[in-house]
């Protein structure tokens, strides 16, 4: 499939055009780079109707045939990594670096996946009376997968490898911003080999009609979505005419500590990486940073270095290591924080504008790598989640304070704690309401790892061995001989 073709929708193993497209933009430049079709509520109820008709013969293919075609198309991800991470960059902003990354991490998901696929095995119980008793694990049934656009890779492997190593037929919608580099990557996976409506794909402009036909169906047995908590929090308002399960990983607001013991300059590189990957805009980036009193000078001038190298620029030049945000309204919002911050006494040490590029081309939304000292607990971006690179730092004097502010969020996504200690870091990390926590790691995300939030920041796990039981029904089985 070409990615100037709009023939986006992946309906019964067939690749279609819309009612209509939808331009796609580069967020660096503005520039339309491709269309994607506009799939619409026939266009989801088709799918529907081909993901059930082909459960049943999925369901039967067995966990080993399906994690061979999980580990074919992880290859078929690695062959073409470097055609993907350039339209990777082009529809989402990053640096190529940053893309390559995430498709060597979503090939390295297919391939847990496809391995975790032959472990969803259940027990036997002694006898009771005349006979066992069994747990079994079987697929959910039909699944919808919504994605967003910040890692648009990453975000849609986790569902498809889990999903479909588990014996589960699976829609995904992805975001609009991001379709291009979903249908490729559905195309890769969907031409290892799948039976037709075991995976597809509807992109579209309108998410709340084609996801609104869908949760209508009571055919539809998951729902994982990854986005904000607004919107996974209407989904789960919308089920309430039938159950069904619904994975969510919605936003975050992670705090970083640094303790007293920490080694200074690596938690300095460590809080830079963690906050300014990908411009900002992870669910698991830094938002609130707590430096301890007695290390406070010399975290902050390090830090300050670092950060003052970041270079903004198109994701696809050389040297480039933050690009833009994805649109105007994520520009306004980590606007509104930084001049909240400041009108309350916050004091921008580094950054704290729009950047203006002598390129004219670059008619996004770039916002200056931005360090706020003086951040205190009255302000926005001490609550909201900002989605930008602006870090606020905090001072705090005992690690009791600490961990009571780190915890005092609605959010439960993330957390990072910078110490050499061991009992310091595992009293942190015992009381810490978070559900990743990275111990002087600013990358703390692992197939090998179960991710996923607390509170506001979602259900379920993505990865690890919990994984896959987000798309495993448990039975219960009584024998008497
Ligand atoms: P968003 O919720 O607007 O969009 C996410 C997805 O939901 C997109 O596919 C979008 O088309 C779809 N969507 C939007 N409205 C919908 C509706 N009414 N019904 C059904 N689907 C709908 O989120 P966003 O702004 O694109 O993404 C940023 C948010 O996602 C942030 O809050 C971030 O923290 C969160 N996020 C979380 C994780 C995680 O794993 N926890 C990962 C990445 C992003």
Redesign the pocket.
Known sequence: MSVNSAATLLINGKWQEGNGNFDVLDPATLDVIGQAADGDRDDAAAALDAACAAFDGWRSAGAERRGDLLRQAAAGIRARAESLASLLTSENGKPLAESRGELLGSARMLEWSAEQGRRADGRVTPASGSGPGLVLKSPVGPALA??????PAS?LIRKVGLALAAGVPLIV????QTPLIAAELIGIVNDAGLPPGVLQCVTTSR??EV?GALLADERLRKVS?????E?GL??VRGTENHLRRISL????HSPAIVFPDADVPAAAAGVAAAKFFNAGQS?IAINRLYVHREVRDEFLELLERKVAALRLGHGSASGTTTGPLIDRAGLAKVERHVEDAVSRGATVMLGGRRWEPADPALAGAFYEPTILTGADDGMRITHE?T?GPVLPVYSFDTDEEAIARANRTDYG?AAYVFSGGLARTWNAVERLNFGVIGVNEPGPVRPELP?G?MKN??QEREGGAEGIEAYLETKAVSIRF
């Open positions: 919504i994605t967003p656009w910040n890692f975000m919608k992805p975001a609009e998410p709340a996801a979505f990854t986005g904000s908590t919107v209407g989904l990983e919605l936003g975050g669910c989640e989605f996504l991710f939030g920041s979602g």
